[in-house]
């Protein structure tokens, strides 16, 4: 992140957003540190928190969509992201809040399908939240390319009314699954 701040403070904007083999929360960490003019790795808990609220609200409105406004049941639901071991990692430089966002986003894009209320902001969901997955671990695009795949083609069988939706999602998917694949 500190080489990147040099790169970015003498205008070179090109190779902090193209630099591939960086991981997109170190091209963040690196952006906070050019903005406060300190390389401070406690400026990062800005991002941190934001990512790990993001979290807890995407898997309280997930449980609250998917239990018809249970307020109770969504509360617990997301008390998983208060437990000792993610609240630790959610505060340290570590990739994992961005990938627990992740997967909680893409949960919260399929109960939104699931539900049948918001299927644009759903399969948007689904894409942000699978960007944040495998731009973190890309070793895992091989896994979850076909499951969604699946998934999505379940969906369609069950309700042909989400057809556009779909087809968006996929499309997104598989792109970013390219953007990966060519970047590694």
């Not at 190779?15 to 591939?20: H, N, P």
């Amino acid at each position: 992140a500190i080489e990147l701040v040099d790169s970015i403070r003498v205008g070179n904007w090109g190779e902090w957003l193209y630099l591939y083999s960086i991981h997109a929360h170190v091209k963040w960490l690196a952006l906070i540190y050019w903005v406060f003019d300190e390389a401070n790795p406690l400026l990062f808990e800005f991002i941190n928190s934001v990512v790990w609220v993001t979290s807890v609200i995407s898997v309280y409105l997930s449980a609250r969509i998917l239990f018809n406004s249970k307020t109770v049941v969504a509360g617990w639901a997301s008390s998983f992201l208060f437990f000792p071991t993610v609240l630790l990692s959610s505060t340290q430089l570590l990739r994992d809040p961005f990938y627990i966002l992740g997967f909680s986003v893409v949960t919260l894009g399929w109960v939104m399908i699931y539900r049948d209320e918001f299927k644009w902001k759903g399969a948007f969901a689904i894409i942000a939240g699978y960007y944040f997955i495998v731009s973190i671990r890309p070793y895992i695009v091989p896994l979850l390319l076909p499951v969604f795949f699946v998934c999505t083609i379940i969906f369609l069988f069950r309700k042909r009314s989400l057809l556009l939706p779909t087809i968006a999602m996929l499309i997104g998917i598989f792109s970013i699954s390219m953007f990966v694949s060519m970047s590694n």
